[in-house]
């Protein structure tokens, strides 16, 4: 079993829909969680950290549950340029260690 | 703005060949990394750096080796190219703790025939 593991997609998704994206990872003892967006071709970039309480930035939502040792990520009236993959980031204490997921694709449609 | 900066956007290189990847970041932050990314793997640490002259591993450190004898500068070597490191490889540096974002380079797509 993977250490993080996304479901791959696509999701393939009209403007202005709802969409979410779980990640489930595998180290109970994971600590801290970040969601990266990457655009086709380019380099990934921070979308947003993942706090225990959830956090909001506009229109995406991320929450974390430690219980089921899964993070997720809501993105509300989608547009066309939040087509990209989404890469969940989990880090572990003890040594540094930092897993990416493989990431999940989304695509949104006009 | 931060910048991190890499050497090439596109290499080919022959089997054989010893590579050289040059990553440089304009931040003053303490620790660089590099990973490579392929389809349906992600993104895998090669190396990392959290100051000037230290190294770890990462999780598949074999056939590369890391060189940091300037803040701003971590270069990543491929002692002999085989194609099974054909990769995008890229570059990534955080300050404070490791846990912090990380900035990344555009990347270097890198195919060894």
């Known amino acids: 079993r993977k250490e993080v593991e996304q479901d791959p997609g696509p999701f393939n998704v009209p403007e202005g829909a709802t969409v979410a994206f779980n990640c489930t990872y595998s180290?109970?003892?994971?600590?801290?969680f970040f969601w990266y967006r990457q655009d086709c071709r380019k380099e990934p970039k921070l979308l947003m950290s993942?706090?225990?309480s959830g956090n909001e930035d506009g229109r995406f939502t991320a929450q974390l549950n430690r219980a089921s040792q899964y993070i997720s990520l809501l993105i509300r009236d989608s547009k066309l340029s939040d087509s990209a993959t989404y890469l969940c980031v989990v880090n572990t204490a003890g040594g540094f260690k930092t897993i990416f997921g493989a990431g999940t694709r989304l695509f949104v449609k006009a | 703005d931060v910048k991190v900066t890499q050497s090439s956007r596109y290499l080919v290189k022959r089997t054989g060949e010893k590579v050289f990847l040059e990553c440089v970041q304009d931040?003053?932050?303490?620790?660089m990394f590099w990973y490579r990314q392929d389809p349906g793997l992600g993104l895998r640490l090669i190396y990392f750096s959290y100051d000037v002259k230290m190294k770890e591993k990462g999780d598949i450190p074999e056939g590369y080796s890391v060189s940091r004898e300037k803040k701003e500068r971590f270069s990543l070597i491929l002692e002999s190219a085989s194609t099974n490191q054909t990769s995008m490889y890229l570059c990534a540096s955080s300050s404070g703790g490791i846990y912090n974002e990380q900035f990344f380079g555009p990347g270097t797509r890198l195919t060894v025939l």
């Open positions: 931040m003053d932050h303490e620790n």
């Open positions: 993942v706090y225990s």
């Open positions: 180290n109970s003892a994971s600590q801290s």
